[in-house]
């Protein structure tokens, strides 16, 4: 997971830390500056002087390297209004700032980790709002599922169900993608395997009904989480939306999570802004981070949504599944 970040990010690093070589240039330039020992003695000085070269990176040097990092962030997925608003900040902590040559890869490591962190949103624990209201209201908490076609919806909510069933929350699943063919035996399948009920009726049927209905079976039956499939939308196709608000309004659900893929960077934060300007989404779930050697996905839909993801697609087999943790997070980056 997330390779290329990791060793482009060190070179990178390594890269700006030689930038002292160009500090012969003009008086601005970034300056090495040797520390001199109080006491002077022939041959100690040499020794020494290389573990105390100190450098303070000019503006002008870190614009120099400011393009590479630029295209390393847009190589790896990080949408380009995002990559911008990193450089600047690095820039600000970094330039001016004396640190030895030896702690510049760290320091600027550690600095992207904090921006990093600022980006990415808390994700809040799924499980105790499930059970809060199961508690206070005593009602089956309910999930709806969006995205487009292939990015993992039906998959999740399989391992989702799972996910539950180890917290011992019971959940029905609706089998409201009634468009796709094969959509409802594939759910069906999931559904045996879990011992899970799915709720569904003939293709074609109206997908708000379908939802409607694993509500009522969730009500009648005590069951604590319902969780909605739903067709591919393109986000880009009117119509379709309008059907996936119509959902929303008829299921009321609790939460609307987004699943998008870690490997397609700006198209899914492209998708993610149109079914959120749609239906206003509360968090996001991105699949497929076991095929992602890049990373930045995450940070993009950080930023660009202000949503938290919530968990991580590792895999196709139900226990494929992470928690998404920030700190496991930007340590997977190499930070
Ligand atoms: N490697 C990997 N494949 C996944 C993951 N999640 C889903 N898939 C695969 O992606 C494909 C599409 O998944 P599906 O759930 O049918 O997508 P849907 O059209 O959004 O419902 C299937 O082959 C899944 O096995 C994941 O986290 N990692
Ligand atoms: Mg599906």
Redesign the pocket.
């Known amino acids: 997971m997330f390779k290329f970040f990791r060793e482009k990010l060190s070179n990178w690093a390594k890269k700006l830390s030689g930038a002292e070589k160009n500090a012969e240039r003009e008086g601005e330039s970034t300056k090495k500056i040797i520390a001199k020992p109080e006491r002077e003695e022939k041959g100690f000085f040499e020794g020494i002087s290389a573990r105390l070269s100190k450098i303070r990176i000019s503006e002008k040097d870190f614009e120099v390297y400011e393009e590479d990092l630029r295209t390393l962030l847009l190589e790896n997925n990080v949408a380009y209004e995002v990559a911008g608003k990193i450089i600047a900040e690095l820039k600000k902590r970094i330039v001016g700032k004396e640190l030895l040559k030896k702690e510049i890869e760290d320091e600027i490591k550690e600095v992207l980790k904090e921006i990093i962190r600022g980006i990415l949103i808390e994700p809040y624990d799924i499980i105790g709002k499930i059970k809060e209201k199961a508690k206070d209201q005593k009602e089956p908490y309910i999930i709806l599922f969006v995205?487009i076609?292939?990015?993992?919806?039906?998959?999740?909510i399989a391992k989702i169900s799972y996910f539950l069933s180890k917290k011992d929350i019971s959940s029905v699943i609706a089998a409201a993608?009634t468009f796709?063919a094969a959509s409802i035996e594939?759910l069906k399948k999931h559904g045996e395997r879990l011992g899970v009920k799915v709720i569904s009726q003939q293709y074609g049927a109206d997908p708000a009904a379908v939802g409607f209905d694993a509500v009522s079976y969730a009500k009648k039956n005590h069951i604590d989480c319902v969780l909605i499939?739903t067709a591919?939308r393109m986000h880009t196709a009117k119509n379709l939306m309008k059907e996936i608000e119509k959902i929303s309004k008829v299921c009321k659900p609790d939460l609307k999570l987004f699943?998008g893929e870690s490997i397609t960077g700006n198209d899914s934060v492209e998708q993610a802004k149109s079914f959120d300007w749609a239906i206003g989404i509360d968090g996001i779930i991105l699949?497929?981070?076991?095929?992602d050697e890049k990373g930045g996905t995450a940070i993009s839909l950080g930023d660009v949504t202000k949503k938290p993801i919530l968990f991580l697609?590792?895999?196709?087999e139900y226990d494929?599944m992470e928690v998404f943790n920030k700190e496991k997070f930007v340590k997977d980056l190499g930070l």
Not at 313 to 316: A, I, M, P
């Open positions: 995205g076609n292939g990015t993992g919806k039906t998959t999740t993608d796709r594939q499939d591919g699943i699949t497929k981070a076991d095929i697609g590792t895999g196709q494929k």
